[in-house]
């Protein structure tokens, strides 16, 4: 594991307990006991009473623990198809009840499991995570302020590399400004217009450069594609107008055009 991935394993873990009741270190050794049971590329099925003791017991697990986690990442049988709501409907994203979410599927008193799909359960569930998307079917407040904080560290992450990059090729540049020369980045009125991510200039060729940097994660679906044209480019409308990125960062420029001699 990376030393960025496994500072996100260690620091989720009071998120993770407040959330689901295990964190990803308890998921990880479940999939692993599961593991041992399957073999590669074969469909593995189980009595569910018998994955539970043997991942405790070889794991040394609290058979409770085992059992949470195995709730977490199980399909179930329900009455009618549709009684979970647009969950159920197959071609959305980032679904709760989705078979790569959930690998095991409960039938009868037997778990049935394909072991690369069990493999790539831990790093689908971290993934999730520090994309942000697992933020939007979170319940509680401690893992909603925890992937917001781990995603703008990895924006944080991101704009430092830009900022290198641009070092490198041999502009002087700064983090997050919010004033020039003492004087704050504000519109008319007075009111703050936001960090600019990253400012890199070049006095030789009077250069100034104003980088809006954000590690996008790549839009999947066309609600997630409109989602991030009006984020980007038009902005939310209605009671909440939002304006776009763009046009935040055009009006941080026009300030630099009107107070940079």
């Given amino acids: 594991t990376s030393a960025p991935t496994q500072d996100i394993v260690n620091e989720s873990a009071d998120a993770m307990r407040s959330e689901y009741g295990f964190t990803l270190p308890d998921l990880r050794e479940v999939c692993g006991g599961l593991l041992d049971m399957g073999t590669a590329d074969q469909v593995t099925r189980v009595a569910r009473a018998d994955a539970l003791s043997q991942i405790a017991g070889e794991r040394n697990l609290d058979p409770d623990l085992v059992n949470t986690v195995l709730n977490a990442i199980t399909l179930t049988p329900r009455g ?11 071609w959305r994203f980032n679904r709760d009840m989705s078979y790569v979410r959930r690998p095991l599927v409960l039938q009868g008193d037997e778990l049935v499991f394909g072991f690369r799909s069990i493999l790539g359960t831990g790093p689908y569930w971290l993934s999730s995570m520090t994309s942000g998307r697992l933020q939007a079917n979170a319940r509680t407040q401690s893992m909603k302020a925890y992937i917001s904080q781990a995603r703008g560290r990895i924006n944080h992450k991101y704009a430092v590399d830009v900022a290198e990059r641009l070092r490198g090729l041999g502009l002087t540049s700064a983090l997050s400004v919010n004033k020039v020369d003492g004087v704050r980045i504000a519109d008319p009125n007075g009111l703050a217009l936001g960090d600019i991510d990253v400012l890199a200039w070049h006095p030789v060729t009077r250069t100034v450069l104003a980088v809006e940097a954000k590690d996008f994660e790549v839009a999947r679906t066309p609600a997630e594609m409109s989602h991030e ?10 009671k ?3 304006r776009s990125t763009v046009d935040k960062h055009a009006r941080r420029i026009d300030w630099l055009s009107a107070n940079l001699a």
């Fill in 80 to 90: 009618k198809f549709m009684s979970i709501g647009p969950d159920a409907l197959p």
């Fill in 229 to 238: 044209i009006v984020k980007l480019f038009l902005g939310k409308q209605g």
């Fill in 240 to 242: 909440k107008v939002e």
